[in-house]
T-cell receptor, first 113, second 114 residues
């Protein structure tokens, strides 16, 4: 079946450094790719998303890139801060009937002050 | 705004017991979902609803039942709990079908089955 692979599972960076999380999806019909951030004891919250007709999207210190040919998409966080420490989930879905959003396994990001 | 509210937040059950998790949303969203979150496995969809009175199976529906009698509420039931159902459960809602729109999650319900 379809799946989304996410790497790394754990990432530790120094405050101010950049962090990159990568995902690969298998369903070539996927056309919507959201990223969610989950803080300790909270539910996931959407931080950025990208659609298949766009190659890159940026929102302040966060950017997402999409390579449809390779079926890869990545989250980039620049100038990391301690409050960026959380679990990040990527997901892939398609709007062609039914409901099918597949989540990656998550990346736990630690930002060391 | 409360957003998506789940009750209870914590529960311990013995094998074979039953329970219901309640999800309420105040955003007038049509679509509601129940996910379970297990270490290293991300979020997996249990059941979902595209409107009042409708429900559908997700990826891992076995052992669970759901009901959507009111638009704002989505109930998840376990008729006979098993240790394999120990997990953190998240309810979510969305204005549009989640394929192409944001999911709004509750804060989770941690269930332990002994």
């Amino acid at each position: 079946g379809e799946n989304v692979e996410q790497h790394p599972s754990t990432l530790s960076v120094q405050e101010g450094d950049s962090a990159v999380i990568k995902c690969t999806y298998s369903d070539s019909a996927s056309n919507y790719f959201p990223w969610y951030k989950q803080e300790l004891g909270k539910g996931p919250q959407l931080i950025i998303d990208i659609r298949s007709n766009v190659g890159e999207k940026k929102d302040q210190r966060i950017a997402v890139t999409l390579n449809k040919t390779a079926k890869h998409f990545s989250l980039h966080i620049t100038e990391t801060q301690p409050e960026d420490s959380a679990v990040y989930f990527c997901a892939a879905s398609r709007d062609t009937g039914g409901f099918k959003t597949i989540f990656g396994a998550g990346t736990r990001l630690f930002v060391k002050a | 705004n409360a957003g998506v509210t789940q009750t209870p937040k914590f529960r311990v059950l013995k094998t074979g017991q039953s329970m219901t998790l309640l999800c309420a949303q105040d955003m007038n969203h049509e679509y509601m979902y129940w996910y379970r979150q297990d270490p290293g496995m991300g979020l997996r969809l249990i059941h979902y609803s595209v409107g009042e009175g409708t429900t559908a199976k997700g990826e891992v529906p076995d052992g669970y039942n759901v009901s959507r009698l009111k638009k704002q509420n989505f109930l998840l039931g376990l008729e006979s709990a098993a240790p394999s159902q120990t997990s953190v459960y998240f309810c979510a809602s969305s204005l549009w079908v989640a394929n192409t729109g944001e999911l709004f999650f509750g804060e989770g319900s941690r269930l332990t089955v002994l």
